[in-house]
């Protein structure tokens, strides 16, 4: 059983399309969290949802939207793609009112061209 | 504001020795520490954690990393490495107590285990 699972694993485009990253986890955790890997491995976070309501928004441009569905799902939609937006995706959970360790997926490689 | 600092970018280590992997954070507070791991083309794994009480915290594979406030460090060891062990640490801290999502990572340690 897969606890944070992301989708699609590898992700190809275009500079200028629209794609989208999904997220599941299966933890029963009430927050969500998406982290971009740059090429320097360096890890910074983007995102984090808790029960649904966005309470980290870091300097990300807009054209990075984040969606949660529900409290297991948290969905990335990147518009007008840009060179600079290739990176490692990665998607966490953790659970609140806990120690706050993160799980994380295995993460979306994404290559704008 | 907290940052982690993480010396050495690149630890090689022989077969069998003694791996060191240095953590250092700056925090206002004392935070929540952790270890992680990420294989290539992985995610990331928990290694260990620290929050609070006994300040030598043992994780999985034979790792373990002692809090010590007085230097601000949070260092991994393990007393023998093994090939397996040729990955990519991340230490990483959060601010203590309720509301405390914010997680802060350092750059990253990239350990090579030499037959």
């Known amino acids: 059983d897969t606890a944070v699972s992301q989708t699609p694993k590898y992700l190809v485009t275009q500079m200028g399309n629209d794609k989208s990253i999904k997220c599941e986890q299966n933890?029963?955790?009430?927050?969500m969290y998406w982290y971009k890997q740059d090429s320097k491995k360096f890890l910074k976070i983007m995102f984090s949802?808790?029960?649904?309501?966005?309470?980290i928004n870091e300097t990300v441009p807009n054209r990075f939207s984040p969606k949660s569905p529900d409290k297991a799902h948290l969905n990335l939609h990147i518009n007008s793609l840009e060179l600079g937006d290739s990176a490692v995706y990665f998607c966490?959970?953790?659970?609140?009112?806990?120690?706050?360790?993160?799980?994380f997926g295995p993460g979306t490689r994404l290559t704008v061209t | 504001a907290q940052s982690v600092t993480q010396l050495g970018s690149h630890v090689s280590v022989s077969e069998g020795a003694l791996v060191l992997l240095r953590c250092n954070y700056s925090s206002s507070v004392p935070p929540y520490l952790f270890w992680y791991v990420q294989y290539p083309n992985q995610g990331l794994q928990l290694l260990l954690k620290y929050t609070t009480g006994a300040t030598l915290v043992k994780g999985i594979n034979g790792f373990e990393a002692e809090f010590k406030k007085s230097e601000t460090s949070f260092h991994l060891t393990k007393p023998s490495a093994h090939m397996s062990d040729a990955a990519e640490y991340f230490c990483a801290v959060s601010p203590p107590g309720a509301g405390s999502y914010q997680l802060t990572f350092g750059k990253g340690t990239k350990l090579s285990v030499i037959p």
């Open positions: 949802y808790n029960n649904k309501e966005l309470i």
């Open positions: 933890l029963g955790h009430d927050t």
């Open positions: 966490a959970s953790s659970q609140s009112g806990t120690s706050y360790e993160q799980y």
